[in-house]
């Protein structure tokens, strides 16, 4: 059974760092690309970014040069780092695996940004 589990989320001050983790199990975890998702009441489920097998990465234009992804296939594991967070951040983030159709993800961790 394909299982992704989610965590790092938080309440912060703008400005600060999160570092989330997405951890998968059941699947060739390093075959798989990765992508990070995030979802508001008002904007609906938007893609932040995504890492593929051979570690070539890609970010949406607002977080390019705040957020980082990688991963670590020895611990099935993707991060995503993310600085100077600013208050348009707050959403629930999700990782997908999206070689699935459709994607498969967890349960999601809150991300909340404010003074």
């Known amino acids: 059974e394909v299982q992704v589990v989610e965590s790092g989320g938080g309440l912060v001050q703008p400005g600060a760092s999160l570092r989330l983790s997405c951890t998968a199990s059941?699947?060739?975890?390093?075959?798989?690309?990765i992508r990070w998702a995030r979802q508001t009441p008002e904007k609906g489920l938007q893609w932040v970014s995504g890492?593929?097998?051979?570690?070539?990465?890609y970010y949406t234009d607002s977080v390019k040069g705040r957020f980082t992804i990688s991963r670590d296939n020895a611990k099935n594991t993707v991060y995503l780092q993310m600085n100077m967070l600013k208050p348009e951040d707050t959403a629930i983030y999700y990782c997908?695996?999206?070689?699935?159709?459709?994607?498969?993800r967890g349960q999601g961790t809150q991300v909340t940004v404010s003074s």
């Open positions: 997908l695996l999206v070689s699935y159709d459709p994607p498969i």
């Open positions: 059941g699947f060739t975890f390093s075959n798989s690309p």
């Open positions: 890492i593929n097998s051979d570690g070539k990465t």
